[in-house]
């Protein structure tokens, strides 16, 4: 188990990863870095898709080409960091399927991606694929993503409930990623900037965030998550995570970064 905090005055945070019971490797990678004077946290969680040990190669590129961003100024208007997401995304992309190209092991390899850029006042997200962000507020889950899988498009058409997803054999199959096997640039980015409803979370005291590869919500359900987020203090919430996702199987690699807004400037609230 690797597991890493990070303390500033207006959020606690922390991620740990886990191999699971089942895998003999751990293809989950995650980045949880300030920029330099603390402006803003940089938060990122990519679980691998490929062969042999060719997934975690693609799961760690992206996340070495996020953490390329903590070397230039933060962007100040919101809609500025959100295309900075969105262009590293583009950038890890080509660098993956650069890179997979030049052996049979990284042959198709790719990663899902869910990555947050969050200051004291707001929360710029995207991701691609099945890794997830979730925003609890009193405890309960105000927002989360959709999974761009299989699925998720039978759920949304009513082809299938979300009691018999467990079982289903397209579960795992997913519709976007960086790299991987569709055509270069062609995956799903979410959620989509739009001028009249921006994707911009704004901020409240108290609120966690969690972003966790598949092997979290694929263990456990939004009820638990739930009851895990209203009952644990920041300092225990991932150990507890990671335990529930093992105790109900652990089947998967597991990963889960959790931060805890502390103080929203005055002229926010």
Known sequence: ????????????????????????????????????????????????????????????????????????????EVKEQYETLVKQCYLADERIREKAVTSFDTLGMGTTIVAALITPTNCIHIHAGDSRLYHFRKGEIKYQTLDHSIIQLLLETGRVKPEDISKHPMRSVLNSCLGGKNAQGDFSIDPKWQEDD?????????????????????????????????EMDIERLNTELIKSALEHGGSDNITCLTLKILTVPLSQI
């Open 198 to 230: 921006s994707p911009v979370i704004v901020l409240e005291n108290e609120d966690y965030f969690l972003l966790c590869s598949d092997g979290l919500n694929n263990s456990i359900s939004d009820t638990m998550l739930e009851n895990l987020f209203k």
């Open 1 to 76: 188990m690797t597991k890493d905090t990070l303390h500033l005055p207006w959020c606690h945070a922390q991620a740990i990863t886990d191999i699971g019971k089942v895998r003999h490797n751990n293809e989950d990678r995650y980045l949880l870095q300030p920029w330099p004077d603390g402006e803003a946290i940089l938060a990122v969680v990519t679980d691998g898709i490929g062969g042999n040990s060719s997934g975690e190669i693609a799961a760690q590129m992206a996340v070495d080409t996020f953490k390329e961003l903590l070397d230039q100024p933060l962007p100040l």
